[in-house]
């Protein structure tokens, strides 16, 4: 049911909507994206960079606060060490890890640490530490490849469940069992259901996944 957000944002006037792990957000509102860490905002911005309940202008990019309750300004340069996409790090073999937020922020760039591990004779490339959704993006970029989509693991059958389960798979016990694996680490995957949740694949249950969570959290990156 889409019922979350009471009005669609205009230029200038955020509207805050209560976070859903459903399709009940503000991108039913044309030209509208996600913005904000807490609260939730849907913010008008078409052609430019969400930043907390605003929008920044052309050549500007997002800066987050170190601290909670946390800010968001729209800055127009990069401090030293500073990155907003892989582009702005000089460094080799280095990816931009943006901060742990719904948006894409100023992040800083770190140097590409991976490993390979084989998800049901499946080969792909991890990262060898948790990092915000954003990063793990950009950490599969840096390899010239993209994060894995849900779909790899999941079959159209086993996905339904997913959603009937309110996106976690009954219980964590087998909800696509093509993502069975034993690393014990959590994965983000390539798939996401609004502007500020993504499927992500677990090792929970003998093999569970397709379960949802909010971008500002910390999981592996999965890369194919």
């Known amino acids: ?17 209560n976070p859903s792990y459903i399709e009940d ?5 044309s030209g509208a994206q996600s913005g904000g860490y807490d609260p939730y905002y849907c913010v008008y911005c078409p052609s430019g960079i ?31 060490g ?7 790090c000089t460094g ?12 894409i922020t100023i992040g800083t760039c770190e140097t590409v640490n991976s490993t390979t591990v084989t998800i049901n004779g ?21 390899l010239g490849k993209t994060l894995a989509p849900v779909t790899d693991g999941c079959t159209a059958e086993e996905l339904a469940t997913v959603k009937a389960n309110n996106y976690y798979g009954g219980g964590f016990t087998g909800s696509c069992m093509g993502w069975a694996h034993t690393t014990g680490y959590n994965y983000w995957t390539a798939t996401k259901l609004s502007g500020c949740t993504s499927y992500y694949v677990s090792s929970r249950s003998a093999g569970a996944a397709g379960a949802l969570e909010w971008l500002y959290s910390t999981y592996f990156a999965l890369c194919r």
């Open 50 to 80: 969400v930043c907390g309940d605003q929008c920044c202008g052309e050549g500007q990019m997002c800066q987050r606060g170190n601290s909670y309750p946390y800010t968001f300004t729209c800055v127009s340069a990069l401090g030293e």
């Open 122 to 142: 499946t080969e792909y490339t991890a990262s060898t530490g948790g990092i915000p959704y954003h990063a793990a993006e950009n950490f599969c970029e840096a």
């Open 25 to 29: 957000t503000c991108e039913k509102c």
């Open 92 to 103: 080799e073999n280095q990816y931009c890890r943006n901060s742990s937020t719904c948006e």
């Open 1 to 17: 049911m889409i019922s979350s957000c009471t009005a669609c944002p205009t230029e200038g006037n955020a509207v805050q909507n």
């Open 82 to 88: 500073e990155c907003f996409t892989n582009e702005d």
